[in-house]
C-alpha cells in the first residue's frame, strides 16, 4: 500500500478541486472512513488555500508542494510553499501564523478557539473578506497539531499532524 | 404565490424560494472561491431586505451542501451576529448525519436565541 502522496499544485485558485479529489481518493485508499476523508481533505484544501494565498511564486516551476503520509493511526500532511521574507506580505502572514498557532495551543480542547474566533470573525464588518478561521478549524474539525516552520531555502512548511486512532479504519 | 430564484457561481448553487411565510436559501454543491462573499454577500443582503419588509422567516438550508471552505463561513456567521440583534428570524438547517456539517454547523449554536429569532437546527437526513 502507498504510504504516502506528493502532488505539486500550480498556486491557481482552480487547482485546489483537483487537489482535493486526487487527496480524497488516496485517503480512501488508505481505508480511512468516510467523515476522517472528508476532514482531512478539509485540512489540505485550507492549507493549500493559505499556501496559494501566501506564497511568493515568481517562475512558473513554482508550486505548492503537498505531501501526505500516513503511519499507522498518525496522518501527516505537510504544506510547502516558496517565500519570499523581504515581502511585507508574507512577513505579516507569518507573524500571524505563529501568533494563531501559539493562540491554538493555548486552548486545552480546540473547539473551544473555534468558538472564541467564530464571535470574534461575526462581529468584524460586513465588508470585510478576511476568514481567519481556517487554521482554527483545522484543529477543531481536523482533530490536527499544527506546526511550521521556513526552511533555508526559503520555503514555509505548515504541517497538520492528526491521529485518527479509534475512529477510522473501516466502514461508517 | 411561491417564487424560485436560482444563483450559481463555480461549483456552488443557491436556490432562493420564497413561500407564503418564509423565504427558503438552500445550498447545493461545493463553497470553493477565493472570496465567496461577493457572491454570497449580494444574495443574502437581498433576503434580508425581502425578509425585512415582509416579515418571513429566513430558511438557510445547508442539508445538500457536499463543502465549504473557512472563508464561506464568515459571511454565514455575519448574518447570524446580526439577526440576533435585529429584526429578522433566521432558521439554519444542517445534516446531523453527515459528520462534517455536524462539526460546522453545530458550533454554530453560540448564535442561536432563547426567543427562536435564530434557530440552529440539526437533521437526520441519512445520505446512502
Sequence with gaps: MKRFLKLAVKPEWHEIEEARIEASKYLQSLGLMTDSVHALTMVISELIENGIKYGSFT????????????????????????????????????????????????????????????????????????????????????????????????????SAVSNFQGDTYGEN | MGKIELFEDNLLQIEVIENKNSITMVWTGKSTNRKPSEFISPILADTIKKSNATKKRIMLDFRKLDYMNSSTITPIIKILERAKRGAIQITLLYNRSLKWQDLSFSALEIFQTKDSKVEIKGVDNHVS
Design chain 1, 59 to 158: 517562475v512558473p516551476e513554482d508550486t505548492v508542494e503537498v505531501d501526505i503520509h500516513q503511519n499507522e493511526n498518525i496522518i501527516t500532511v505537510e504544506v510547502i510553499n516558496p517565500l519570499d521574507p523581504t515581502d511585507d506580505t508574507a512577513h505579516n502572514h507569518l507573524i500571524k501564523l505563529d501568533k494563531t498557532v501559539q493562540w491554538i495551543r493555548g486552548y486545552q480542547d480546540p473547539f473551544e478557539a473555534y468558538v472564541e474566533k467564530l464571535k470574534e470573525v461575526s462581529r468584524r464588518p460586513l465588508n470585510d473578506e478576511e476568514s481567519g478561521l481556517g487554521l482554527v478549524r483545522i484543529a477543531y474539525e481536523g482533530k490536527a497539531i499544527l506546526d511550521f516552520f521556513v526552511a533555508e531555502g526559503g520555503s514555509l512548511n505548515v
